[in-house]
């Protein structure tokens, strides 16, 4: 037996063990005495900064002000880091185009970008036309950081004791962080990039070339862009020619060049450079004696060609296309595009009379419209009624949901996924999740074809299907045919519950009228320079077509699609003698309306809403932009070869269309008017008219026992019922 005295290695190494473990919780033990020594004497350091009484509520609401103050901070920089992402790719080299477009004949339709040949510098500038501009826009300008804090504080002030924006807070610099980086598009979070870019541009530039920056890239009205192109579009004169009455002119576009144009409203833009003179002499720069010459002879502009139809929406996003070409050496370019300009005027005038007539009645105050030829070739773009009153491009910038106009796609992938026309799915409730989709009609079906579910815009059907073919498989669809923005899989994206840009729809649409082709959207076909050397030529280096869709599937999809203006959602988009396909689209509270749609030789999406995604007023995408679309495609089919719908045949006799309706709605909703094709689209438009009185008609009060009438005394048939109801809010239609 081993001596238990006996020592031994391991006895030692549990000794050392011990030993150590002694050392830790001594060190330890000393190490919280000290802390809690040195927390008690800083706590008594502050308790002679103790507050009480009234005091101590100032300081608290001081401290809780400073810590929110702190965490707004963090979660504004954290907003506006994304914008800083353009400040790395050249943006001085990318400004630095200058680019004169030509329509689809040649002929010339206006410019975008500097003037290199002809820009004058800031110390060229008459000195009275930099005071202008100072005394109106930014009084102390050489004075502030890039934010004019007291100036804010003014302009909020004004704007609340005059209960509208009557000044703008902006400083020089933010709007010019504005013109480089951002668009138009009034967010809070386009504010807060907008302030942290101006800060980046005071510590990167210079004031005077800040100044130089803004006054060559500001809009001034008529599509011209800084104040040498409109010194010259008013006056014929280069901006170092100027005079002190044309000066305060031109500095008074600054604001608004829509409203004060002087091609546009000679008097309000005379008015609002008297305006601007008294600017001046508040701020000192000048003194009456010196203005009152101006005052009395203000200044006269040259007569200008009507610029209202002007594709400058067009011109802004075919200017983008250009610089991403990323092209090198010669930059004063000549670019072709595909713009036709009475197409365009076509689409201006159809927007504007449309929301002219009914716009105030729906609430609905804003629309876009892209025009397309089945291989994307853009010919028309409206981005939105004003651009004089705004630039934001709706067309290309905007993200709206499409609503029920998604579902083509989800239809689309399902034709892939062996389903056909005639497949037929339950419409009968269903919940996924606690979420329970419903029809526009509130009302359900039962077995429905996929022609009927899509044509009359069921809901149910949709979900299910994406149920059975999977989400992630209608969102490759999507993606294939055109969509470019971030589709999210969720439960309602069958209803379209995503964000999509106009131009992108009329692309993906573009497949169906093409055969199946992928039709990304393009601008222009030549880009030539200065030289006269052609440093793009799209029918070299535009890449080769790609099939997307396969034929069985187009021809599924165009056999329905073709019916949505017969007896559809969309029967006021219906054409005399021309054959059309199409969907409608509306979103939730009736936030947004489309109709997209086509025929052998165009396409067309419209997009009719709010900027501040106030609701309208019950503005489906089968009344307005069903409407407008309409409008514009019967004026672009006028004396053209009309081109067949892929793999559509002629149209089908009254009998064969009778018993194909009869036979495939059978199950469908009461209230679905169904227009034989043979009708005119008089008819058709008086039926509809018919159809919203009825929709739009009282409830009949009950009747008292003593006073119900007989079926036949109330003009009904025996067995019949008289009912009314208003349809519900969609969740999409």
């Known amino acids: 037996m081993r001596d238990p005295f006996q020592s031994s290695s391991r006895r030692r190494h549990t000794v050392r063990l011990i030993d150590i473990d002694s050392w830790v919780d001594t060190g330890l033990f000393r190490l919280g005495r000290f802390v809690a020594a040195r927390a008690e004497t800083f706590s008594a350091f502050m308790r002679r900064f103790r507050v009480t009484g009234v005091s101590r509520a100032a300081v608290e609401i001081g401290s809780d002000a400073l810590t929110l103050g702190l965490g707004g901070a963090l979660l504004a920089l954290a907003l506006a880091l994304p914008a800083h992402d353009a400040t790395r790719l050249g943006w001085r080299g990318q400004g630095d185009y200058s680019v004169t477009f030509l329509d689809r004949n040649g002929t010339e339709i206006g410019k975008r970008g500097i003037k290199r040949k002809e820009t004058v510098l800031l110390e060229e500038m008459p000195d009275h036309l930099v005071k202008a501009v100072l005394a109106t826009e930014d009084r102390r300008f050489f004075n502030h950081f890039g934010i004019d804090v007291l100036g804010t504080f003014r302009a909020m002030n004004e704007n609340l004791r005059a209960a509208a924006v009557v000044q703008g807070g902006s400083s020089i610099t933010q709007q010019l962080a504005k013109n480089l980086f951002l668009s138009n598009e009034r967010t809070i979070e386009r504010k807060i990039k907008e302030a942290f870019l101006a800060l980046w541009l005071e510590a990167n530039l210079s004031k005077e070339e800040i100044l130089k920056l803004y006054l060559d890239r500001a809009y001034m009205g008529g599509g011209n862009f800084g104040v040498e192109a409109a010194s010259e579009f008013y006056f014929g004169k280069s901006v170092k020619d100027v005079n002190l009455a044309e000066s305060a002119l031109l500095a008074g576009l600054f604001k608004a060049p829509a409203r004060y144009a002087p091609h546009v409203n000679l008097p309000a833009a005379r008015a609002r450079a008297n305006e601007v003179l008294t600017n001046m002499v508040q701020a000192t720069f000048l003194t009456e004696g010196q203005v009152i010459g101006a005052r009395r002879r203000p200044a006269n502009v040259i007569e200008q060609p009507d610029v209202a139809s002007s594709p400058n929406f067009f011109m802004d996003w075919a200017f983008e296309e250009v610089k991403k070409l990323n092209l090198r050496g010669d930059r004063s370019l000549t670019v072709r595009t595909t713009v036709d300009v009475a197409l365009q005027s076509a689409a201006n005038e159809a927007v504007e009379t449309i929301l002219r007539e009914n716009g105030d009645s729906y609430r609905a105050r804003q629309a876009a419209m892209v025009a397309v030829e089945p291989d994307g070739a853009v010919r028309a773009m409206v981005g939105g009624r004003d651009y004089g009153e705004s630039q934001f491009n709706r067309a290309t910038d905007a993200l709206r949901q499409p609503g029920s106009s998604f579902k083509p796609f989800v239809y689309a992938t399902a034709m892939m996924n062996g389903f056909t026309p005639r497949s037929v799915v339950r419409d009968a409730p269903i919940c996924i999740g606690g979420w329970c989709p419903r029809n526009y009609n509130g009302r359900f079906s039962g077995p429905v074809s996929l022609t009927t579910a899509l044509v009359k815009s069921i809901n149910v059907v949709p979900v299910r299907l994406a149920q059975n073919i999977g989400r992630d498989k209608i969102v490759d669809t999507a993606k294939a045919m055109g969509l470019t923005t971030e589709l999210l899989i969720t439960r309602s994206l069958p209803l379209g519950a995503a964000e999509v840009r106009v131009v992108d729809m009329a692309g993906a649409y573009a497949v169906f009228a093409n055969g199946g082709f992928k039709a990304t959207p393009y601008a222009f076909t030549q880009v030539i320079s200065s030289r006269g050397d052609v440093l793009y030529d799209r029918r070299k280096d535009a890449p080769p077509r790609r099939r997307v869709l396969e034929q069985e599937a187009v021809a599924s999809m165009n056999e329905i699609l073709v019916q949505v203006p ?168």
């Open 566 to 733: 017969e007896w559809g959602t969309g029967r006021r988009s219906k054409m005399e003698g021309i054959r059309s396909a199409g969907k409608t689209g509306t979103t939730s509270a009736y936030r947004d309306a489309w109709f997209v749609g086509y025929t052998g030789n165009y396409v067309a999406a419209v997009w009719m809403g709010n900027d501040n995604y106030q609701p309208t007023r019950r503005l489906t995408g089968g009344r307005l932009p069903a409407m407008t679309w309409n409008r514009f495609m019967t004026f672009a089919h006028q004396g053209v070869d009309l081109k067949p719908i892929p793999f559509v045949d002629e149209p089908e006799t009254d009998d064969e269309k009778e018993s194909e309706v009869i036979a495939e709605t059978s199950e469908a909703d009461a209230d679905g008017l169904r227009t034989p094709s043979s009708l005119s689209s008089a008819t058709t438009e008086r039926l509809i008219r018919l159809e919203d009185l009825m929709r739009s008609a009282p409830s009949l009060a009950p009747l008292a026992r003593n006073d119900v009438m007989t079926s036949s005394e109330f003009g009904i048939a025996s067995g019949g019922t008289a009912t009314s109801s208003l349809p519900s809010t969609p969740v999409a239609q």
